[in-house]
């Protein structure tokens, strides 16, 4: 009978089984947002996952009613800055510095971790989240899952600060689409557009993904880091580490230019709230313009057949 190693941390859960070990994300009082802590948590994990020999697979899943609400962005009453890099990056004059020490360092290490890794997904996954999510090598979701990157209608960034989509989707126009529209995906149209591996029912998301994990296992460690390093690979000669670079950069001086910060102020003067809802707002806004230009356009009657329009 195997014995489970089990570590509390500030915002994971870590456990080691066999072959198998998990990252649990145990933040669900606050939607298992990324603060500062989380990604320390998780980054800690991987290297001890990493170092350990007889593990051979990571299993990343969460807590609570949903996977992942994104970046917490907001201070709360009792808990500290939630992003203290971003306070001294910005303090010390740095543009982007603290957006690199959280979301694009430690998310290439979930990307160059050199072991495979599954997620088990459920519930909201939003905007930071889909990176935990998506980036592993195989994801099972369950049917209550739902995506979404808001940031591009909801704060007026150009994406995240890893722009992984362009790989995800391997599609210009789906990634397009889901950039600029800030579409909500749920699991089975994420199955279609490769998102995710496969869908399961809810209370069947655990035992899908454990089993996954443990048929994975099965392989010698070292074929199992030689197959994740040649698929690695073959996506960073596609230029997917210096992107995810210049992303992060981008992401801050767009964040900084007069237009945004004006979109910015007018959001919040309308009371819109999260990117979430500034972006579901605006898309019902846009909605409601268009069917009134709909109702108010005249609509020229057919041409006569044989005539050709235009002609006197």
Not at 242 to 263: C, F, I, N, R
Not at 280 to 290: C, G, H, M, Q, V
């Amino acid at each position: 009978m195997s014995t489970v190693e089990r570590r509390e941390l500030e915002t994971v859960i870590y456990e080691k089984e066999d072959a198998v070990a998990r990252i649990i994300l145990n933040r669900p009082e606050r939607a298992n947002a990324q603060n500062a802590a989380m990604v320390h948590d998780v980054d800690h994990c991987l290297d001890d996952a990493e170092a350990d020999y007889g593990i051979k697979v990571v299993l990343l899943k969460a807590n609570g009613r949903g996977f992942c609400a994104g970046h917490d962005v907001v201070s709360h009453v009792g808990q500290g800055d939630p992003l203290p890099e971003f306070t001294a990056a910005r303090e010390a004059g740095h543009p982007w510095k603290g957006q690199a020490d959280l979301f694009l360092w430690p998310v290439l290490h979930l990307w160059e971790f050199q072991k495979p890794t599954v997620a088990a997904v459920h519930g909201y996954c939003i905007g930071g989240g889909t990176y935990f999510a998506c980036l592993p090598d195989v994801v099972v979701a369950a049917e209550d899952a739902i995506f979404q990157m808001p940031l591009v209608q909801g704060l007026g960034f150009p994406g995240g600060e890893t722009m992984m989509e362009p790989w995800l989707f391997m599609n210009f126009h789906r990634t397009y689409e889901y950039l600029y529209l800030a579409r909500t995906v749920d699991a089975y149209e994420a199955e279609r557009l490769g998102m995710v591996n496969r869908v399961v029912a809810r209370d069947e998301l655990d035992d899908a993904a454990e089993l996954v994990a443990a048929q994975i296992a099965q392989a010698p460690l070292s074929t199992l880091m030689a197959t994740k390093s040649l698929v690695k690979r073959a996506w960073e000669q596609m230029g997917l580490r210096v992107h995810w670079q210049a992303s992060t950069q981008l992401m801050e001086l767009v964040g900084l230019a007069g237009d945004v910060q004006e979109w910015r102020k007018e959001n919040a003067a309308r009371g819109y709230g999260s990117p979430r809802d500034v972006a579901r707002k605006r898309a019902e806004e846009a909605a409601e313009r268009t069917r009134a230009r709909a109702s108010s356009v005249p609509v020229r009657p057919p041409a006569p057949r044989g005539s050709r329009e235009g002609s006197p």
